[in-house]
């Protein structure tokens, strides 16, 4: 069975303040995708980014990174200065090899202040 | 079409009523998913759809929940006799088989159904 864990409800951090979103999975599969996905309050989730099980490379993409350390079963989500613009629920999800459907967290409310 | 489109994008129905909710996938994806979502709550996986054959419907919560999928393309998501605890965001997605693992889901805008 597959598992993803979000410890964090909700998050409150000031505008320029960097945040880290924390996601914990489990799986038995050696082969398996992690994503990460925003849902902000229109309600419609954004797809972020995906990695694979064999690539723990970390990615920067502008002001968002990932931190994939296997070791750990964790995909960490970092915004860098946020914005007030980020505030949303953000959702750490796993699907296995044959990727027949997501497995999600229960969220992270992130609530950005000016 | 562009997106995944849902329609009603709200409904409020009676506490007894059936009600369907449909999706409308993006065109070419073979793989369509309904979940859904309560206030505060993750993403509850109801049932997959490949073509028009359901492979994995653990996800649907009692025999009032049915969903259908026609000519490889819409689906319908049936709730008979709704209860308050059906009250939610019910949300669609499709993916080709080829880009499940790869981009994930589209996700639609999601229905949001309000029993009374």
């Known amino acids: 069975a597959q598992k993803v864990t979000q410890a964090q409800t909700e998050i409150s951090v000031v505008e320029k303040e960097d945040v880290t979103l924390d996601c914990v999975y489990e799986?038995?599969?050696?082969?398996?995708?992690l994503f990460w996905y925003k849902q902000p309050p229109s309600g419609e989730l954004v797809f972020l980014i995906r990695?694979?099980?064999?690539?723990?490379q970390n990615e920067i993409s502008g002001r968002y990174s990932w931190n994939f350390q296997k070791s750990t079963s964790s995909f960490n989500f970092t915004i860098t200065a946020s914005q007030v613009v980020d505030s949303a629920v953000y959702f750490c999800?796993?699907?296995?090899?044959?990727?027949?459907?997501?497995?999600f967290g229960t969220g992270t409310r992130l609530q950005v202040t000016l | 079409g562009a997106g995944v489109s849902q329609s009603p994008s709200n409904k409020v129905t009676e506490k007894g009523k059936d009600v369907e909710l449909r999706c409308d996938p993006i065109s070419g994806h073979t793989a369509l998913y309904w979940y859904r979502q309560s206030l505060g709550q993750g993403l509850e996986f109801l049932i997959y759809f490949q073509g028009n054959s359901a492979p994995d419907k653990s996800g649907l919560p009692s025999d009032r929940f049915s969903a259908e999928r026609t000519g490889g393309s819409v689906s319908t998501l049936t709730i008979q006799r709704t209860q308050q605890e059906d009250s939610a965001v019910y949300l669609c997605?499709?993916?080709?088989?080829?880009?499940?693992?790869?981009?994930?889901?589209?996700f639609g805008s999601g229905t949001r159904l309000t029993v009374v």
């Open positions: 990695r694979n099980s064999f690539d723990e």
């Open positions: 997605a499709s993916s080709t088989r080829l880009t499940a693992g790869i981009y994930g889901y589209t």
């Open positions: 999800a796993l699907a296995t090899g044959t990727a027949s459907k997501l497995t």
């Open positions: 799986t038995r599969d050696t082969t398996y995708y």
